[in-house]
């Protein structure tokens, strides 16, 4: 049973940091992408951030480029999310996921149960 367990997540202050851990587990990721996402209430969830489990390689929304940082441990099968100079517009709940795609939700096949960061101004 595939397994993602987000946390990390607080109150904090704009401009402060925050990093969020996403604890993988249940089957092998190696060929999948993990993503970060994030909901804020009354809005879609977004895209934040993504990482491909074989090599690393990176994407990001324009959004936060620059102030975050995904990242991941192949030995301990964590994903971090480092978030830095953080906004109110930043505050939401944050979701892990594994699956093929790269910013599109539809295209993940596993999900977390988030951890929420808010953000105050």
């Known amino acids: 049973q595939v397994q993602l367990v987000e946390s990390g997540g607080g109150l904090v202050q704009a401009g402060d940091s925050l990093r969020l851990s996403c604890a993988a587990s249940?089957?092998?990721?190696?060929?999948?992408?993990m993503g970060w996402f994030r909901q804020a209430p009354g809005k879609e969830r977004e895209f934040v951030a993504h990482?491909?489990?074989?090599?690393?390689?990176?994407y990001y929304a324009d959004s936060v480029k620059g102030r975050f940082t995904i990242s991941r441990d192949n030995a301990k099968n964590l994903v971090y999310l480092q978030m830095n100079v953080l906004k109110p517009e930043d505050t939401g709940v944050y979701y892990c996921a594994a699956g093929a795609g790269t910013a599109v939700p539809t295209q993940y096949d596993y999900w977390g149960r988030g951890t929420q960061v808010t953000v105050s101004s």
């Open positions: 249940g089957r092998t990721f190696s060929s999948y992408g």
């Open positions: 990482i491909r489990w074989s090599d690393g390689s990176t």
